[in-house]
């Protein structure tokens, strides 16, 4: 069965909001830091479509990824590996921000028990 042209979308644009937040990364560690979160999400959709260039700073990107990151849940994916990434994303944006002074959140709507859209 061929993947619904909305789930590559959502697959195609988390990737490239992680490679962005990569590029955006003030410093190697933290740019590492997002490159494994995009080896990891590769990991779980392995055929997923090459990036593309995102704009926007690190706030937006982060809203983008976890748009991307809902729509592939209503498309049926696993929401619970999405939710660990979300996870590492809002604990790794945390300490950037505390460091700043600015707070701010990653929200990611999906939850395990939330039925996919038919």
């Given at each position: 069965?061929?993947?619904?042209?909305?789930?590559?979308?959502?697959?195609?644009?988390?990737?490239?909001?992680?490679?962005?937040?990569?590029?955006?990364?003030?410093?190697?560690?933290?740019?590492?830091?997002?490159?494994?979160?995009?080896?990891?999400?590769?990991?779980?959709?392995?055929?997923?479509?090459?990036?593309?260039?995102?704009?926007?700073?690190?706030?937006?990107?982060?809203?983008?990824?976890?748009?991307?990151?809902?729509?592939?849940?209503?498309h049926g994916a696993d929401p619970i590996p999405l939710h660990l990434l979300?996870?590492?994303?809002?604990?790794?944006?945390?300490?950037?921000?505390?460091?700043?002074?600015?707070?701010?959140?990653?929200?990611?709507?999906?939850?395990?028990?939330?039925?996919?859209?038919?």
């Open positions: 069965m061929m993947p619904k042209l909305g789930y590559m979308r959502a697959v195609g644009q988390a990737r490239s909001c992680l490679a962005a937040l990569a590029d955006l990364a003030g410093d190697p560690d933290e740019s590492s830091h997002y490159e494994r979160l995009l080896i990891a999400f590769d990991q779980l959709v392995p055929n997923g479509p090459a990036t593309w260039l995102m704009d926007g700073d690190r706030e937006k990107l982060l809203g983008d990824l976890t748009s991307a990151f809902d729509e592939l849940v209503d979300a996870a590492v994303v809002a604990v790794r944006l945390d300490r950037l921000t505390k460091s700043s002074g600015v707070r701010s959140t990653v929200r990611f709507a999906g939850h395990p028990h939330r039925r996919a859209k038919s």
